[in-house]
Each structure stands twice: as C-alpha cells, then as structure tokens.
C-alpha cells in the first residue's frame, strides 16, 4: 500500500504528533543531521552554551504525546 504524499500549508495540520510521526520516518542519518543543525543553531544564538555545565532540568517541563 503506497501513501499519498502531499504538501500542506495549514498550520492545524501541525499537530505535535504529526511533527513526530515525521520525524521518526526520517532515515537515522537525517535525524542526526537534523540534530547536528539544530545544536548548531543553539550555538550561534547563545555561544556560551557550551561552556554551561550540569545542566539541571525544568521543573514542570515534561510532556506526554501519547498514552503507550
């Protein structure tokens, strides 16, 4: 069975999981590419970012997708 692939402009398609569902059908090297460049982007807008250490986590900053 083959998936219609199309093009969408309309910004309710946008849900969080649609943006995961294509993210997780990305080839395992586009993934890291994508994360290759967003870490770059994260360095260019805050340069000292790479000199912070222990990270520690946001609290109330965890969010469940889905039900599994």
């Given at each position: 069975?083959?998936?219609?692939?199309?093009?969408?402009?309309?910004?309710?398609?946008?849900?969080?999981?649609?943006?995961?569902?294509?993210?997780?059908?990305?080839?395992?090297?586009?993934?890291?590419?994508?994360?290759?460049?967003?870490?770059?982007?994260?360095?260019?807008?805050?340069?000292?970012?790479?000199?912070?250490?222990?990270?520690?986590?946001?609290a109330n900053?965890?969010?469940?997708?889905?039900?599994?």
């Amino acid at each position: 069975m083959k998936r219609q692939l199309s093009v969408s402009h309309d910004r309710r398609e946008e849900t969080l999981e649609n943006k995961a569902r294509w993210f997780g059908a990305l080839p395992l090297a586009e993934r890291m590419d994508l994360l290759c460049d967003f870490t770059d982007l994260a360095l260019t807008v805050t340069p000292t970012l790479q000199d912070r250490k222990h990270a520690q986590p946001v609290a109330n900053r965890i969010q469940v997708l889905s039900k599994a």
